[in-house]
Each structure stands twice: as C-alpha cells, then as structure tokens.
Nanobody, 122 residues
C-alpha cells in the first residue's frame, strides 16, 4: 500500500498562494489516482481536486479557476497549487490514493496522508 506525506501548508493572507506537495513511497505510484481533500473544523472531509492514473483531472466547483493540480510520476509527487486563497479555504488538507480513475468520494481512496494545515487570514 502506498504511503503519502503532505507538505507546504501554512498561514497566508486572503488573495495569496500556497503550493502543497504530496510525496508517495512505492514503485507503483503511477497506477494510482491521487486526490486532494480538506476538512475544516466541524465539517465533513470534502474533495478538492484529483489527478488520475489515466490523466483525468477534476476539481470541486469551489476551487475551479483558483487551484490547479499537477503530477510528476518520476518524482512520485502530486502538487496542488492554490491561488487567490479565501478564508473559507482554511482547513486541514489531505492527499489520498485510490484505484478508480474518477474517484471523488473518500471511500474510494484507501491510502491517506496525515494532512497539512492551511490557514487563510482575512
């Protein structure tokens, strides 16, 4: 099972940018769909963006046009570039790996990182 580690979170002012990285262990990273999720206090974990093993990319409506996801299989890494950040983007951000090409639900991902905190001040 692949192991995932997130990095790049922090505190930023509204309108600013952050770049989150998800680094995976294991030789079969290219066979996984990698998703980004976030969870704010008192709220359910929600899908943010995904990059499948087949090259399919998807975004939640709330981040379209502001966030972009990229992937480098040679480095076992998926990056979430977050621009024009808003206070409502504040959450613990997780990356996860699964097998389904168009997975967006938490139950479709079997491996999870520990998360990285993103805080956007107004």
């Amino acid at each position: 099972q692949v192991q995932l580690v997130e990095s790049g979170g922090g505190l930023v002012q509204a309108g600013g940018s952050l770049r989150l990285s998800c680094t995976a262990s294991g030789p079969t990273f290219s066979k996984y769909t990698v998703g980004w999720f976030r969870q704010a206090p008192g709220k359910e974990r929600e899908f943010v963006a995904g990059f499948s093993w087949s090259g399919y990319i998807s975004y939640a409506d709330s981040v379209k046009g502001r966030f972009s996801v990229s992937r480098d299989n040679a480095k076992n890494m998926v990056v979430l570039q977050m621009n024009s950040l808003k206070p409502e983007d504040t959450a613990l951000y997780y990356c996860a790996a699964g097998y389904l090409a168009r997975a967006t639900f938490t139950r479709e991902f079997g491996s999870w990182g520990q998360g990285t905190q993103v805080t956007v001040s107004s």
